[in-house]
């Protein structure tokens, strides 16, 4: 029990943490060019996932088999694991290349072992609490020291996945301030984005831990916001920093925190609201129907020319790329409609497109539901938006519907939340909590 509870609170300690061994193997490489997305590699914290595992595997198959199985669920269970099984075969099958599709359906598995074991085990919500401050502090010094002495610190902090850089590096990610370039806090993320996009969530899972645990104190608690969004802010991440506010936006606007409105006032808005959901049809089944306009809304965007945009108006480069990505996307989609790609096959199947000296084409297109459209096609695609209307329907805990929120807005974005260790395993983590009953 004691070394079962360290090794979970060392694993959420260490998830901001990219210290790993990466392969190298002739599909890794794009036009002689190292790509971090395609080349397998073992994480520190892949390795105490999988020692979490097998250490409480008999306690974990009992509690599954107690609180997940029932009779009644277990043909069902047999059906969705078949069903998978032949989604999984059929998305490698049509892969260009099929050893990075396996290896992503493999971290999608430690994914869902991750979040199953966070739901079952919720006599560790103290540890998982006490875990992430310390851990979010700790990770957030480191950043915040980066941003001061603008480069990294180096010394032991390279066992942790901090790699050596500073401002002059090319290629780093750097912000202009009063004419001067300064380096972005990177901590031990592989970019800033993605640091700011770890601490958002972060951040909002530990707060409402706490608003229920009460383990620390409100000085405590005040330090840890200062620290933090320190850190998020000198990030410099416009993706995360507006998807911070409006989420904030929306939780004052739900606890009626912002606007005061006189009971006619709130009637009016009331029926208002009704009248709406009647006519987009989300009153019964919104998550559903939401998701159905999102996916219409992101189908229209593919179709429009990418030249149209960008002449018309004057953007930075790095937007205009992205809206190039986002095109290449659209055409890949329609291309590949059923099955996709393959998973982690963008960069793969996108290397035809690529433009010179555009470093961007080397990673995926930065949205996260084009990204599974693109790789998983409308099967996987229908199959994420089936699992998450239930979730957020039926299962989950209202409490953390802000840092799903933030996720999810994010996702808009950027695509860290797919690609990027941390972010995966501290999603994982969030719905592993969010499925604690109050």
Known sequence: MMFEKGVYWLLVFLLPAQLAYHFWPDYSFVFGIKVDYL???????????????????????????????????RVVLIKLIIVTALIVFANITVAK??????LKWIKIFEMLLLGVYVFLNKRFQKATLSAFFYSILFFCSVGIAQFVLQKTIGGPFYLLGERSFSVTTPGIALTSLLGRDFLRSYSTFPHPNAFAGFLGAGVALVLLL????????????????????????????????????????????????IFYCRPQAKTAIFKSWMKLESFLGIKNNGVYAIAVYAVVFLSLLMTVPQKLITNRFFLPESVTLRIQQAGIAGKMFINNPLFGVGLNNFIPSVSGN?????????????????????????????????????????????????????????????????????NQLLLALLLGVSLWKK
Request: with cysteine; aromatic share 14%; net charge positive.
């Open 39 to 73: 080349s397998p590699a073992v994480y520190l914290t892949d390795i105490l996932v999988f020692l979490l595992a097998a250490i409480s595997y008999q306690k974990l198959k009992d509690r599954i088999n107690r609180k997940l199985i029932t009779k009644k669920s």
């Open 354 to 422: 690529i433009v010179a000296g555009t470093s961007l084409f080397l990673q995926p297109v930065h949205n996260i539901y084009l990204l599974l459209l693109t790789e998983a096609g409308m099967v996987g695609f229908a199959v994420f938006v089936y699992l998450t209307g239930k979730l957020l329907t039926t299962k989950i805990n209202i409490r953390y519907l802000l840092p799903i929120f933030f996720v999810i807005l994010t996702g808009f974005f950027d695509h860290y939340w797919f690609t990027l260790q941390q």
């Open 97 to 102: 290349e099929a050893p990075v599709a396996l």
């Open 210 to 257: 706490n608003s229920q645990l009460k383990i620390f104190s409100k000085k405590k608690i005040w330090l840890f916001i200062l620290v933090s969004l320190t850190a998020f802010l000198l990030t410099f991440s416009l993706g995360a920093i507006i998807s911070g506010m409006l989420t904030l936006l929306c939780y004052f606007v739900v606890t009626k925190k």
